[in-house]
């Protein structure tokens, strides 16, 4: 009787093992099946973004890179940087604000790197930057040339302000500019001291009125 029990315990114990033995092993080998056919999505999305990339099809490469996810390789990552550079790029067609976001995701790729079409990213990449630099030389010469622009309009301003005469200037200005008055008439009423300078020309004689040394209105 007792062997008996000793037997079942041992017998139970027997299963009991087994059934772990056996749950590991299934969860092991599930763990392996589904790397596996992780491993196989990312070779085959891979190897499809590749072919996408030789023909120039952007686009499809990006979402094709993109759908795989967490199962990017390292070179994937490159590649989806590169394929989204292309796409702003726009075969050199691309607006400023592209060929500069173009150029910038080229900086985000090592100039080392030998992955996948590493010929294709290294011509690619000299178009892009030297569309970019031919882009910042344009920009620069805009400038360049705005703010000589700028620089003219300021001197013919300053000019025009010298060989005129306006309100609040000095009778200085308005000696250097006319020559000695013809006539000068003066009037002090209270703190202001009121001049009249008159140069007579033949059919309008002009009159400059200051008030204490600045010129404050004049009548031609
Ligand atoms: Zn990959």
């Known amino acids: 009787m007792q062997d008996h029990g000793k037997k079942i315990f041992l017998i139970s114990i027997g299963v009991v093992v087994a059934v772990i033995v056996a749950f590991f092993g299934y969860q092991g080998y599930k763990a392996k099946m589904e790397e596996k056919r992780h491993a196989e999505i990312h070779q085959s999305g891979h190897s499809t973004a590749v072919e996408y990339l030789k023909a120039g099809e952007w686009g499809n490469a990006m979402d094709t890179l993109n759908g795989l996810g967490d199962d990017r390789c390292d070179d ?36 080392d790197y030998c992955g996948d079409l590493a010929d294709n990213v290294r011509r690619d990449r000299e178009r892009v930057n030297a569309d970019y630099e031919k882009m910042m030389a ?83």
């Open 138 to 220: 344009r920009q620069a010469e805009a400038k360049r040339q705005e703010e000589a622009a700028k620089a003219a309009k300021k001197a013919a301003e300053e000019a025009e302000r010298a060989n005129n005469v306006y309100i609040g200037d000095s009778e200085e200005k308005v000696r250097r500019l006319f020559g000695t008055p013809d006539h000068v008439g003066r009037a002090v009423v209270g703190d202001t001291e009121t001049k009249q300078f008159v140069y007579y020309a033949p059919g309008h004689d002009i009159i400059i009125y200051l008030q204490n040394g600045k010129v404050a209105g004049f009548m031609e």
């Open 76 to 111: 994937c990552e490159t590649l989806l940087t590169y394929s989204y550079a292309m796409m702003k790029y726009k075969d050199g067609k691309a607006s400023d604000g592209g060929i500069t976001t173009a150029h910038n995701s080229f900086e985000e790729i090592s100039e």
